[in-house]
């Protein structure tokens, strides 16, 4: 006879191929039985980490991935990485201990409601139904795209339950959303009448598949095209792509948006930083947004159109190929060369210190070609997207940045790692977040080894706070965080750390980049950056906080 917890192992095993997390009391039982079954378990330091490691697993590869805890304590430090996932859309499960089926003793807390108060749905364990409770919890965060708590009662955890079921169904899971045939229509029509078309695309067409069909549209249009952070890398034709719009789009570029007369939005919320506050698009651009959602989420759309990106952008261009539209010519008239160059940096800021803009032109010179760049949150998020490219969406991974939090790139790193097994994964992180996170320092060593490599922009402060609250005269001291030796806490726990007070400092990343992954450690970079320059993204909010 099997127990509710290896019924739960069972059934998660059969659909999930990866399971981070830390042990406690609570998930004593489930570990256990977990580790007879074909799941591979990594575990983290902290359980924050073990929900952020399950995140940009699936952020990674596409494939769902799960976090486990125990009870209490342990559950309630996962919830900032549980808000995250939820309000990032992704599908994240997390198999925690609970309070026993008899009531709560003294250090349970109502962890249901809690959950919910983050926007996660819990389903709860018990005797009879283990398995297919385990099941409708993966279908409802596949479906749903959210994170989903499954709570095993404490004393339910040893409990037998039964044999465990030989045979478990393929997940049920809705079919995409097909878009009205004659909304397309329309948008088709106001395509082939454009004289300046452009298509921008967000992380939804990618999860869609949309990309070789935004392709087709833009061959068959003469669109511009342009993407969001979370969805660089998705036009096949990079010769005529603006790359990413918003704070971290080239200023040029971005002007260029603004003459487009018919804009087409695939799978993009077009939150405030995608839309610059409000002025990317020209007062006069038609703007058509096709999403998931069933109303408009900015004010500059004037026409939405529900549905599957994927399903719309195929449909669109099945259209104007079939009406044989002429290209507007419009993308083969700009010399897109200017568009595309950031700024270099001036090697040294005036503090004497690193301009940071240099150091990330650098290090994107030195990277690997077959990497997946995860990022913490901060104020450093302007270099690594302006400065190091991506081959596709899967390959950026801004976990924190949904929830506007810091502290969960270190625990990135292992989700990662798993996904890719064969990509170098290179975090960048600030300091201030790079503390937050120590914990899973080592895990990163631990799981990326060779192929790890860790950016630490340090400027001895909280960088956004202080471009933001001490330009308005606030307290200087909070901001401020003493010189820490990150290379020093790399070497610690196994890792090379290098400080790099200059350029010069970065010759080791290229030597290390010739070394084989195998016989190479994973190497720190202990970035002296000024804090004095400012990323253009910041420029925006500041101005915006100014009004």
């Known amino acids: 006879m099997a127990s509710v917890s290896a019924h739960v192992a069972h059934a998660l095993s059969t659909y999930v191929d990866h399971v981070f997390g830390v042990m406690g009391n609570g998930n004593a039982a489930f570990l256990d039985a977990l580790d007879r079954t074909p799941a591979r378990y990594t575990a983290l330091r902290h359980e924050a980490g073990g929900v952020v490691a399950a995140d940009a697993h699936f952020r990674a590869c596409g494939r769902l991935a799960a976090a486990t805890a125990t009870y209490g304590a342990g559950f309630t430090n996962t919830l900032t990485a549980l808000a995250e996932s939820r309000q990032a859309r992704i599908p994240v499960l997390l198999v925690v201990g609970d309070a026993p089926t008899a009531g709560a003793r003294p250090w349970d807390v109502d962890q249901a409601a809690m959950a919910a108060a983050a926007g996660v749905p819990t389903f709860t364990m018990g005797r009879e139904d283990a398995a297919a409770t385990t099941v409708r919890a993966m279908e409802h965060a596949l479906a749903h795209r959210t994170a989903v708590v499954l709570a095993i009662p404490y004393d339910l955890a040893a409990a037998e339950a039964g044999e465990l079921p030989e045979d478990l169904p393929a997940l049920a899971l809705p079919a995409p959303l097909a878009p009205d045939a004659t909304e397309l229509n329309a948008v088709a029509a106001l395509l082939a009448a454009a004289k300046r078309p452009m298509l921008l695309a967000g992380r939804g067409a990618w999860l869609a598949g949309a990309g070789d069909a935004l392709g087709r549209l833009a061959a068959s249009t003469g669109a511009v095209t342009a993407s969001t952070t979370l969805a660089r890398g998705i036009f096949p034709d990079a010769r005529y792509d603006l790359g990413v719009t918003g704070g971290f789009g080239q200023e040029r570029a971005m002007s260029l948006v603004h003459e487009a007369d018919v804009a087409i939005v695939f799978g993009a919320s077009l939150n405030q930083f995608t839309m610059r506050f409000g002025d990317l698009f020209a007062p006069g651009t038609r703007v058509v947004q096709v999403d998931l959602g069933s109303e408009p989420t900015a004010a500059a759309v004037t026409d939405f159109v529900a549905g599957d990106a994927g399903l719309a952008a195929s449909g669109i261009a099945d259209r104007i190929e079939a009406a044989g539209s002429a290209p507007s010519g419009w993308r083969e008239s700009v010399d897109f060369a200017p568009l595309r160059p950031h700024h270099p940096g001036d090697g040294i800021a005036p503090d004497g210190r690193l301009d940071p803009r240099s150091v990330a032109a650098?290090?994107?010179?030195?990277?690997?070609?077959?990497?997946?760049?995860?990022?913490?949150?901060?104020?450093?998020?302007?270099?690594?997207?302006?400065?190091?490219?991506?081959?596709?969406?899967?390959?950026?991974?801004?976990?924190?940045?949904?929830?506007?939090?810091?502290?969960?790139?270190?625990?990135?790193?292992?989700?990662?790692?798993?996904?890719?097994?064969?990509?170098?994964?290179?975090?960048?992180?600030?300091?201030?977040?790079?503390?937050?996170?120590?914990?899973?320092?080592?895990?990163?060593?631990?799981?990326?080894?060779?192929?790890?490599?860790?950016?630490?922009?340090?400027?001895?402060?909280?960088?956004?706070?202080?471009?933001?609250?001490?330009?308005?005269?606030?307290?200087?001291?909070?901001?401020?965080?003493?010189?820490?030796?990150?290379?020093?806490?790399?070497?610690?726990?196994?890792?090379?750390?290098?400080?790099?007070?200059?350029?010069?400092?970065?010759?080791?990343?290229?030597?290390?980049?010739?070394?084989?992954?195998?016989?190479?450690?994973?190497?720190?970079?202990?970035?002296?950056?000024?804090?004095?320059?400012?990323?253009?993204?910041?420029?925006?909010?500041?101005?915006?906080?100014?009004?």
């Open 362 to 547: 650098r290090i994107g010179e030195l990277l690997p070609d077959d990497r997946v760049v995860v990022s913490d949150g901060g104020h450093f998020i302007g270099w690594a997207n302006t400065h190091w490219p991506v081959a596709s969406p899967d390959r950026m991974i801004m976990v924190g940045t949904a929830f506007q939090s810091i502290g969960l790139g270190f625990p990135s790193v292992p989700g990662a790692a798993a996904a890719r097994p064969g990509s170098t994964i290179v975090l960048t992180t600030g300091d201030g977040g790079g503390l937050m996170a120590l914990a899973d320092l080592e895990s990163a060593v631990r799981t990326a080894g060779g192929r790890g490599l860790a950016v630490v922009w340090n400027d001895a402060a909280y960088g956004a706070e202080v471009h933001l609250y001490g330009l308005k005269g606030y307290a200087d001291a909070p901001m401020r965080i003493p010189e820490v030796d990150f290379a020093g806490l790399a070497a610690a726990v196994g890792a090379e750390g290098v400080v790099v007070n200059e350029l010069a400092d970065l010759d080791r990343l290229a030597h290390w980049g010739a070394e084989p992954a195998a016989a190479r450690p994973f190497l720190l970079l202990d970035c002296r950056i000024s804090g004095r320059v400012i990323a253009p993204y910041q420029h925006e909010i500041i101005a915006i906080n100014s009004r």
